[in-house]
């Protein structure tokens, strides 16, 4: 079973950058599309950016395009997330997860089956 385990959240000013990562283990995520969501207490966990196996496509939730680029280096085993312009109204918990099935592109939450804990992201306004 894969661990996914995210890091590089934080307390920052609106208008700046966080660059999270998502570090895999126990197996290969190199054949899976893997995702960014988000939750914040109170309302039900939401996509914010996906990509596929290969790195080539990518989807984003509209409110973090042009923000938001998702990434994969595949011979790492890591997927990462650059935020840039953050605004107060990204604040939550942020989590990486990897599809159920190869391949593909998935969006929702229902299409994946591996979670990582989160890594908390705040912005002040």
């Known amino acids: 079973q894969v661990q996914l385990v995210e890091s590089g959240g934080g307390s920052v000013q609106a208008g700046t950058s966080l660059k999270l990562s998502c570090a895999a283990s126990r197996d290969n995520i190199s054949k899976y599309a893997m995702a960014w969501f988000r939750q914040v207490p109170g309302k039900e966990r939401g996509f914010v950016a996906g990509?596929?196996?290969?790195?080539?496509?990518?989807r984003y939730e509209e409110s973090v395009k042009g923000r938001f680029t998702i990434s994969r280096d595949n011979a790492r085993n890591m997927v990462y997330l650059q935020m840039d312009s953050l605004r107060a109204e990204d604040t939550a918990v942020y989590l990486c997860?990897?599809?159920?099935?190869?391949?593909?592109?998935?969006?929702?939450?229902?299409?994946?089956?591996?979670w990582g804990q989160g890594t908390q992201v705040t912005v002040s306004s």
């Open positions: 997860a990897r599809a159920k099935f190869p391949f593909g592109l998935v969006s929702r939450p229902g299409d994946f089956t591996t």
């Open positions: 990509i596929d196996w290969s790195g080539r496509s990518a």
